[in-house]
Antibody
């Protein structure tokens, strides 16, 4: 079964840093396009970042320069390093897979919550 | 404000049909495929439609998708109370970002 499990969320102060993890099973993160999508409380879905199979990375303007997506092929895990966190980064962060370039999200994790507050 | 425009809410009686629209531009919906997602409260989104009109295995044929120009539509027939959820459209944009609609709450 293809599955994604996120972890690493929590409560952090503005300006702080945190790393989210997304462990994949049943498929290789190296051969797929892996993304992070977030959902602020009571609001809609917002794309955050995607890593291509060739290692290329893309970011939403709201997080560019502050967030970094990466992967560990040996651990079959994708990461999202978050820094200079702001209150409006508060959201449930989902990891999702795209089976091919510029396509769709066919496998989703259950999400990990992040709250940025003093 | 979301790049793709969806109605905030739609409603219809059980057994009836409903459509949800998704309006974009030539940079996203008019240029790439559209996908649709269903999300229940407290749960992760679930893929309903991909490549404008294709259904993943396990999605009943009551759900359908179409696209024309810079607009896409999700159709649901034979509405059931279990279809009450939020629905989102999405598409890649030429600027290499993914854009989502603001979501539509379906009431049956």
């Amino acid at each position: 079964e293809e599955q994604l499990v996120e972890s690493g969320g929590g409560l952090i102060q503005p300006g702080g840093s945190l790393r989210l993890s997304c462990a994949a099973s049943g498929f290789s993160v190296r051969r797929n396009f892996m993304s992070w999508v977030r959902q602020p409380p009571g609001k809609g879905l917002e794309w955050v970042s995607t890593m291509y199979d060739n290692g290329g990375t893309y970011y939403a303007e709201s997080v560019r320069g502050r967030f970094t997506i990466s992967r560990d092929e040996a651990k079959n895990t994708v990461f999202l390093q978050l820094s200079s966190l702001r209150a409006d980064d508060t959201a449930l962060y989902f990891c999702a897979r795209e089976p091919r370039v510029w396509s769709f999200f066919d496998v989703w994790g259950q999400g990990t919550p992040l709250s940025v507050s003093s | 404000q979301s790049v793709l425009t969806q109605p905030p809410s739609v409603s219809a009686a059980a057994g009836q049909k409903v459509t949800i629209s998704c309006s974009g531009s030539s940079s996203n919906v008019g240029h790439n495929y559209v996908s649709w997602y269903q999300q229940f409260p407290g749960a992760a989104p679930k893929l309903l439609i991909y490549d404008n009109d294709k259904r993943p295995s396990g999605i009943p044929d009551r759900f359908s998708g179409s696209k024309s120009g810079t607009s896409a539509t999700l159709g649901i027939t034979g509405l059931q109370t279990g279809d009450e959820a939020d629905y989102y459209c999405a598409s890649w944009d030429k600027s290499l970002i993914v854009v989502f609609g603001g979501g539509t709450k379906l009431t049956v």
